[in-house]
């Protein structure tokens, strides 16, 4: 579903990803896990055709993301750290605006879709209110809603649980999971290292733009037990290493 080949994004003369390469499969959650300015989000950025890589290739469903744009695109849905949406709209408006976009009939089984989106990320009541007056965390669901309105092959969640509360956190993690069951391919970064354990079926953990260990939760567990028992210290063990190594 995404191919990521020797990918590198260069701003100037910083070097923000290093060569990196990873597969994601149909039904696969991903988690991408690095420090703040590990390049975690230019990835993802590049990922769905918002930044050009410097070198390498991208594919989504077969398409590359810079010579195939429209096409990859189409079957993409994203869900930034920090989404913008319009304050003047209502929730559902702006969701049936993202469907239109993708989608051409306004059908009754597309309304259907959309209440059954809204209903499980439990916006059904405010769907109606303006955006504007909308939390952070509602306006994170809306988001979701609508990177999800399209039924995406690929989707990609930047940071999804930030400003959300437990209930809504716990809701938001079940629609992504169920995406991935009917088929999706799922790529989303966090800095909660046990929703990361939790979900995801592999892991890549990103440090100074390099990709520098990439496995199943199990894989990692066992390959690094020195570090501890747990994603958590693993990680932190592999990060402070690595920070060591190249300072």
């Known amino acids: 579903m995404l191919e990521v080949n020797n990918v590198s994004k260069n701003y100037g003369s910083k070097e923000a990803v290093k060569n990196v390469s ?21 990835t993802i950025k590049m990922c769905t055709g918002l930044l050009a890589p410097t070198s390498g290739t991208i594919k989504v469903c077969g398409y590359d993301i810079s010579r195939q744009n429209l096409a990859a695109k189409q079957r993409i849905g994203y869900v930034p750290e920090n989404p913008y949406l319009y304050n003047k709209l209502t929730g559902r408006e702006f969701v049936e605006l993202v469907s239109k976009v993708y989608r051409k009939a306004d059908s009754h089984a597309i309304q259907a879709d959309i209440a059954e989106l809204l209903n499980s990320v439990e916006m059904s009541v405010d769907a109606d209110k303006l955006i504007g007056s909308y939390s952070q965390g509602m306006r994170k669901k809306i988001t979701l809603c609508a990177a999800l309105v399209h039924k995406p092959k690929v ?17 938001v993690k079940d629609l992504f999971r169920k995406s991935a069951h009917e088929g999706a391919a799922v790529l989303f970064t966090t800095h909660i290292l046990e929703i990361a354990e939790k979900l995801c079926d592999r892991i890549g953990i990103v440090h100074q733009g390099v990709l520098i260990v990439e496995g199943t939760v199990e894989e990692i567990k066992t390959t690094y ?9 693993i990680y932190l063990g592999i990060t402070k290493k690595e920070s060591v190594h190249h300072g």
């Open 22 to 42: 990873f597969t994601i499969k149909p039904g696969e959650v991903y988690g991408f896990l690095g420090h703040n300015g590990a390049g975690k989000t230019s």
């Open 155 to 171: 989707i990609f969640l930047d940071e999804p649980t930030n400003g959300l509360d437990a209930s809504s956190a716990r809701v």
């Open 225 to 233: 037990r020195d570090y501890g028992d747990n994603l958590e210290d």
